[in-house]
């Protein structure tokens, strides 16, 4: 009896249409430290279909390799952290001035207002941002912030909050 031959289905040889949809689902800095340098094919969806990026917990060195690769220039939706292991990590993004003008869902943690000056002066040119949160902010006041398209706002932040939030119709 002849021996059946199993022919394995390579993750390549999906099309281009079912990738994307994976991609949709998945933190843009997974997918490129899994198919980045692939082929041109796989570089080409990354570079238009990386669309979301968590980078609470991702390293200065992975960092710069996804910025210096400009794989951010479809994201949409973005979460970073100044936490111990990202220290002053916002004011570092927001020091290589990157264009993301298209972004728009912005997640900060442990945002010291005092320390990310730049970060605050650079957030009302996210023109198109509708959601922005921002976690355990902490300051003694906060400079006005113009965002048109703003649909959800979520902060917590420590007893000062009240302080310094307004609310205008």
Request: with cysteine; glycine share 2%.
């Amino acid at each position: 009896m002849p021996k059946k031959v199993y022919r394995r289905k390579s993750f390549e040889r999906l099309p281009n249409e079912i990738l994307i949809e994976i991609f949709a689902y998945l933190n843009g800095v997974d997918i490129i430290n899994s198919f980045s340098k692939l082929n041109i094919r796989f570089e080409h969806l990354l570079n238009t279909y990386c669309r979301y990026f968590d980078l609470k917990s991702i390293g200065k060195k992975q960092f710069d390799y996804i910025y210096q690769s400009n794989y951010f220039k479809q994201c949409k939706s973005l979460q970073i952290s100044d936490d111990d292991h990202t220290h002053d990590f916002v004011n570092y993004f927001f020091t290589l001035n990157y264009q993301l003008n298209q972004l728009e869902s912005l997640s900060i943690r442990n945002l010291n207002f005092e320390k990310n000056y730049l970060f605050l002066s650079q957030i009302s040119s996210f023109e198109n941002l509708v959601c922005l949160r921002i976690e355990n902010i902490c300051g003694n006041s906060c400079e006005q912030i113009n965002l048109p398209n703003l649909n959800k706002l979520i902060l917590s932040s420590c007893s000062n909050f009240s302080n310094w939030i307004e609310v205008k119709d």
